[in-house]
């Protein structure tokens, strides 16, 4: 009886050794997962890098203003130059803030402050005297302004027209440096005298231009701080933005880095003013530092990708597609360095570099690496199993 019970035992050990050897042919047992990158971290880095940006961007605004407010204190050559520095200073962070929109964050939602920041192309005689029109402008239309202060520039921003741009960093661009009437071959950005502001000087309504002046750049202040009050710990779309599900929140990042270099910067910052040839179509026309806004846009936007700014650094998106599709991962990292060094080879002005016939050549090269970057963050997007879009909302 036992030899009978110990042979049944043995056969259906066998029979059972046998059915898993065939079923590991067929059906193979799943791995233990090897991913490394995990999703939150990588938001979290974003988050991280974003409040660092705006950050900065604020710091670079306040001293800006201060600036301002010593050279309205004291209105001459070197304060009126220093003040024109510190502009173009508070545009190195800023620029790169610009791979945040898209993104259905806080800057440019309904309530978002983008247009009282960085609106353009602005119409010049909106806000000031012009060349052939030496009364024009909020400035010198006192009896329908009679008073220059916080509450009527942000409420006569873009009225009767996008290009109505009373506030903002290219404000206080035309502020500083009048237009530019030069030819591009000369690369001379505009020249404002000083004396503008000075009373009895070369302008009218001089208090006004400086209290015009000394207002925008509060706004400025107030409208940045706004956005690092968003984004800190703590703050109310830093809380909703860590509470979205991982795939929505990788989404929204995806989108805003695809929608600016395909659309917004290749397509409305650079080839809409390579097509018309027109300096009047570029980003920072009055003080010829388009050729940074390009490249700190781009700049912004491998920041977001490879998950690294300044103080901030950590798992990325670089790192969370290459996991997924190691081909696919190196050929975004190689747009992007393809980008990166297109847009680094045009022209400086940028005015010079869409006008003259041989510098032409770099500037489209520039918009169709732009172009297929922007494709490629949409494939990387697939790669995780993301829809992304790289359109401009309508």
């Not at 508070?90 to 800057?107: C, H, K, L, N, V």
């Not at 901030?312 to 060094?341: C, K, R």
Request: glycine share 6%.
């Amino acid at each position: 009886m036992r030899k009978q019970t110990f042979k049944i035992f043995f056969l259906i050990a066998i029979a059972l050794v046998v059915g898993a050897c065939s079923g590991d042919d067929n059906n193979p047992a799943p791995t233990p997962d090897t991913n490394t990158i995990a999703k939150s971290d990588v938001i979290s880095t974003y988050a991280d890098l974003v409040y660092k940006n705006y950050q900065d961007a604020f710091n670079g605004a306040t001293a800006l203003k201060t600036a301002i407010d010593t050279f309205i204190e004291t209105p001459n050559e070197v304060n009126f130059e220093a003040a024109k520095t510190a502009w173009k200073e508070a545009r190195e962070p800023y620029g790169q803030t610009e791979a945040f929109r898209f993104s259905d964050g806080p800057i440019d939602d309904n309530d978002g402050p983008e247009g009282l920041l960085n609106a353009w192309p602005l119409d010049e005689n909106y806000v000031d005297y012009v060349a052939g029109a030496q009364m024009s402008g909020i400035i010198n239309d006192t009896e329908s302004y009679p008073t220059i202060d916080k509450a009527t520039l942000e409420r006569l921003n873009e009225v009767g027209g996008e290009s109505n741009i009373s506030v903002g960093y290219h404000a206080i661009e035309f502020l500083l440096w009048g237009q530019d009437n030069t030819d591009p071959s000369e690369k001379i950005a505009g020249q404002r005298p000083y004396t503008d502001f000075v009373d009895g000087g070369t302008a009218a309504n001089q208090d006004r231009r400086r209290a015009y002046l000394s207002i925008t750049a509060e706004l400025l202040l107030e409208h940045l701080q706004s956005l690092v009050d968003e984004w800190k710990d703590g703050g109310a779309y830093r809380a909703t933005f860590s509470a979205l599900d991982e795939d929505l929140a990788l989404k929204n990042i995806l989108t805003g880095i695809s929608t600016l270099a395909k659309s917004e910067l290749a397509g409305e910052r650079v080839f809409v003013a390579y097509d018309n040839q027109d300096q009047e179509d570029e980003h920072s026309c009055f003080s010829d530092n388009t050729h940074r806004d390009l490249r700190l846009n781009l700049a912004g936007i491998a920041n977001v990708f490879r998950g690294s700014y300044s103080s901030v650094s950590g798992p990325s998106l670089e790192d969370l597609i290459t996991e997924a599709d190691a081909t696919l991962g190196a050929q975004i990292t190689a747009q992007l360095q393809a980008a990166e060094e297109a847009v680094n080879a045009t022209a400086i002005p940028f005015d010079f570099a869409i006008s003259d016939a041989e510098e032409r050549p770099k500037v489209l090269t520039a918009v169709n690496a732009l172009r297929a970057l922007g494709d490629k963050f949409v494939e990387g997007g697939e790669a995780l199993s993301i829809a992304v879009s790289s359109e401009l909302p309508e």
